[in-house]
């Protein structure tokens, strides 16, 4: 075998060995579940609340009767449980899901809004699973919850389905604004935080989105690519500031034919604690 034959050999040998490890450190990530946490602080609140958001699920499982998922929920002890969408997948079962549902349907009051994936699919049986396990569908609605005797406005706005906001989604945005309570600490749960423009015009204290998967691939703490926003999107993952709102973007729990990496699934853990001004 000559020189030629060798290296060539060598730098296959080296490719193959770069290539296997990047498989396992992708695979071990994709079940290695974590919970990123998030203090804010309001002078609408008295009292601690504490609040878990689970989005984009895509009917993942994470252990038999998703046991590593409910794990990781219940060691909150959360107030609320929030979903933001694509929590349920079209293409896949509800089996995995309901075992989630089940698992959290009397732990605390439940909220869900529908992603792009559950308007794909049937989203009236879908709004049955839910009602069937206790949780409650926001489709362009409100609820207000009374949380340690303080009022928390829940606030849900259905997917446009669209990159861009619809005119019909505005209008909802606009109206659980104006008739929610601003008395009260307001959440706003929706799908997609692109729409930014849209929700720095509303007097929500807290927007919660997913949608974005984190970018899929991060470097450099930065999401590679998402939907709609393309390669290396301003707001696929963490929060921000806008106005005098956050907006928290969970990077979700999806496990799908897509790779994840430096971008392990999350559920996300928010603790709203009084303003000490």
């Not at 997948?89 to 899901?97: F, G, I, L, N, P």
């Not at 609605?141 to 906001?165: A, W, Y």
């Not at 997609?192 to 509303?202: D, G, I, L, M, S």
Request: aromatic share 10%; glycine share 6%; net charge positive.
């Amino acid at each position: 075998m000559g020189k030629n034959a060798i290296k060539k050999n060598k730098v296959k040998l080296i490719i193959f060995i770069f290539l296997t490890l990047f498989i396992a450190f992708v695979c071990c990530s994709l079940n290695v579940l974590t919970t990123t946490k998030y203090r804010l602080s309001s002078d609408k609140l008295t009292e601690k609340i504490k609040i878990v958001v689970i989005s984009d699920l895509h009917s993942s499982e994470y252990g038999k009767n998703q046991n590593r998922l409910l794990k990781k929920v219940k060691a909150e002890n959360p107030d609320l449980i929030l979903m933001t969408g694509d929590v349920i997948d079209d293409q896949r079962s509800t089996k995995a899901v309901e075992k989630f549902f089940y698992g959290i349907q009397n732990l605390c009051p439940a909220y869900y809004v529908y992603g792009n994936h559950e308007l794909r699919g049937d989203y009236i049986e879908y709004s049955e699973i839910l009602s069937k396990y206790g949780i409650i569908l926001l489709n362009n609605d409100l609820r207000m919850e009374l949380i340690k005797g303080q009022r928390i406005t829940v606030c849900g706005l259905t997917d446009p389905q669209n990159e861009n906001p619809t005119k019909k989604w505005k209008y909802y945005l606009s109206e659980l604004d104006r008739i929610s309570d601003n008395e009260s600490y307001k959440i706003l749960l929706s799908h997609r935080p692109h729409f930014v423009q849209n929700y720095k015009e509303t007097s929500f204290d807290l927007i919660l989105c997913g949608h974005e998967h984190g970018g899929q691939w991060r470097i450099f703490n930065k999401g590679l690519y998402a939907p709609n926003e393309g390669l290396f999107p301003k707001y696929s993952h963490g929060v921000y500031t806008l106005g005098n709102a956050k907006m928290i973007v969970s990077s979700g729990l999806c496990k799908n034919w897509m790779p994840r990496f430096l971008n392990k699934p999350e559920i996300v853990s928010i603790t709203i604690d009084k303003s000490n001004s």
